[in-house]
């Protein structure tokens, strides 16, 4: 159960036997916009590298050792409609290694991370600042290098076309970084500290007690904090969007945007899921049998779906010279479930395999935190192991059908080779 810590700031305590470890992960939620993602993406960089009392990676990296190597990082997410700005750090338990105060340091390590970043006289460290923007320009133009990558990208850009925030990924545009300055990041770092949301989740053999007691000396400030609707939705469009670009590849890229009116806490979610593992999502589905493997016409063709935004996608690689034929032959497969051409056991063996992903999910520190995270701020979506699993088996071939039938093409992205 959350602890209110102030308004706006929640801390869930997981406690479990299962880990040597303990899991403290702390997410900062606040509306995605394409004007902040890149410098939120670059502000992680920074907090990630070094602070005020450890100025360079060398002395971050020894503290981390002192740490009996923990392990430490940031990264950035988008769901729906929130920027996610995300800071891990697992520890051993103090309990294996007869020294009780390693969580406590170790949170204390993190309030030095967040709370005394690397700013003097109003700006970030120069020299780090610069470096750090140079690599993270440089990670993101090799990202659209990656043909795969890309045409994923690119595919969003097209189906969001309309949204100038929704279009740009989570971690923002080089373009947008090239101009960004250090002290335009203070502005950043101070915006995420005073206005996001912020979840704070502890998962390992440990006490609530312990943990409240590690937080108690944080000081948030005390500021009304945002709580964005989660959610995206789109208007339908009667017209397909379509983009074709050429370069020189080897293997041509088809990938598809359809738009279902399904969405997380849907009692329809689990049809979904199920639809979208006889689509594409697994080796048996229709995707991977029958335009891989039965036709040879892609060398990988599949499927996956964000119900945050009520997007299914469909992802292949093909000879561009087929790429009419392969079009045709994923919108058959469509046609082919909107018709109820799937067997009870396909749908058995669906169930079987979504049945095994969610246990071992149970398993996975990071799964029960994101699953604790939504039941925070979809709280009437929040079901037990029992009830998924009992929700999940209850779904009938009509179910599926229906869901099928909901899903309508909107955006068509083709990577080919040269003319």
């Known amino acids: 159960m959350a602890i209110q ?6 801390l869930t305590v997981i406690p479990t036997e299962k ?56 990264n950035v997410g988008k769901k729906g409609n929130l920027h996610q700005i995300n800071v891990a750090l697992s520890l051993v338990n103090g309990k294996y290694i007869g020294n009780d105060e390693v969580f406590t340091e170790g949170m204390n390590f993190l309030k030095e991370i967040l709370f005394y970043p690397n700013i003097k006289e109003n700006t970030f460290d120069q020299e780090t600042f610069r470096l750090e923007k140079d ?32 279009k740009v990924p989570s971690f923002g545009t080089y ?26 989740f502890v998962v390992g053999d440990i006490t609530e007690a312990q943990v409240k007691a590690a937080f108690a000396t944080w000081e948030f400030p005390q500021t009304k904090r945002q709580h964005p609707e989660i959610f995206y939705k789109q208007p339908a469009s009667a017209t397909i969007k379509e983009e074709v670009i050429h370069e020189p590849v080897t293997q041509a890229k088809l990938n598809l945007g359809y738009q279902t009116s399904v969405y997380y806490g849907d009692s329809r979610r689990f049809a979904l899921m199920i639809f979208n593992g006889l689509f594409g999502g697994f080796p048996h589905s229709k995707l991977f049998l029958n335009v891989r493997e039965k036709e040879s016409l892609a060398y990988y063709a599949s499927s996956s779906v964000d119900t945050f935004r009520g997007l299914v996608t469909v992802q292949t690689g093909i000879d561009g010279k087929n790429r009419a034929r392969v079009l045709a032959l994923v919108e058959e497969q469509l046609a082919s ?44 979506t929040k079901l037990s192991e029992e009830e998924f699993l009992s929700s999940l088996m209850a779904v009938t071939k009509e179910e599926i059908q229906a869901v099928a039938q909901d899903i309508t093409l909107q955006a068509i992205f083709v990577l080919d080779g040269e003319e």
């Open 5 to 10: 810590l102030q308004p706006g700031i929640q």
């Open 19 to 74: 880990y040597k470890t303990i899991r403290t992960f702390l997410r900062f939620s606040a509306p995605h916009s394409k004007q902040t993602a890149a410098k939120r993406t670059l502000l992680t960089s920074l907090l990630e590298t070094n602070s005020l009392h450890y100025p360079d990676q060398t002395d971050l990296s020894a503290k981390l050792a002192d740490l009996y190597g923990a392990s430490f990082g940031l």
């Open 135 to 166: 690599n993270l320009i440089a990670y993101i133009k090799s990202l659209y290098e990656d043909k795969q990558t890309m045409a994923s990208l690119r595919l969003q850009e097209l189906y969001f076309s309309e949204d100038a925030n929704q």
């Open 175 to 200: 373009q947008h970084l090239e101009q960004v300055t250090a002290q335009e990041l203070v502005e950043t770092y101070q915006a995420m500290l005073h206005h996001d949301q912020i979840d704070i």
């Open 337 to 380: 479930l909107c018709a109820g051409e799937f067997t009870e056991a396909e749908i058995d063996q669906t169930k079987a395999m979504l049945r095994n992903q969610f246990l071992l999910s149970l398993d996975n520190p990071q799964a029960l935190i994101e699953t604790a995270y939504l039941n925070q701020w979809l709280p009437e």
